[in-house]
Nanobody
Framework: QVQLVESGGGLVQAGGSLRLSCAASGLTFSTYRMGWFRQAPGKEREFVAEINSSGGSTYYTDSVKGRFTISRDNAKNTVYLQMNSLKPEDTAVFYC?????????????????WGQGTQVTVFS
């Protein structure tokens, strides 16, 4: 049984930082691409970042480039999202997701496994 468990969300002032973690189990983690998505109230789930299986390639949506960094530790079966210079518009539930593919995608429907999400709230 595959499980993805996010942690690290919380309440932070604009300009602050948070580090999200996603611990994976029940899958061969090192063979999966990992992504972070977010969903704000009343909005669709949107792509934030993706990292390939080795950690050598990363992708970001334009609105977080230069502020967020995705990374992974295959020895710990964990993917991270370091979020700096947070803005109120970053407020959302953040989800990690896994897919087995050689190719990048920002489409949520193409991810097979999902975590339960962690709330990030940024206040000004």
């Amino acid at each position: 049984q595959v499980q993805l468990v996010e942690s690290g969300g919380g309440l932070v002032q604009a300009g602050g930082s948070l580090r999200l973690s996603c611990a994976a189990s029940g899958l061969t983690f090192s063979t999966y691409r990992m992504g972070w998505f977010r969903q704000a109230p009343g909005k669709e789930r949107e792509f934030v970042a993706e990292i390939n299986s080795s950690g050598g390639s990363t992708y970001y949506t334009d609105s977080v480039k230069g502020r967020f960094t995705i990374s992974r530790d295959n020895a710990k079966n964990t993917v991270y999202l370091q979020m700096n210079s947070l803005k109120p518009e970053d407020t959302a539930v953040f989800y990690c997701a896994a897919r087995s593919s050689y190719y990048h995608t920002s489409t949520p429907a193409l991810y097979k496994y999902w975590g339960q999400g962690t709330q990030v709230t940024v206040f000004s």
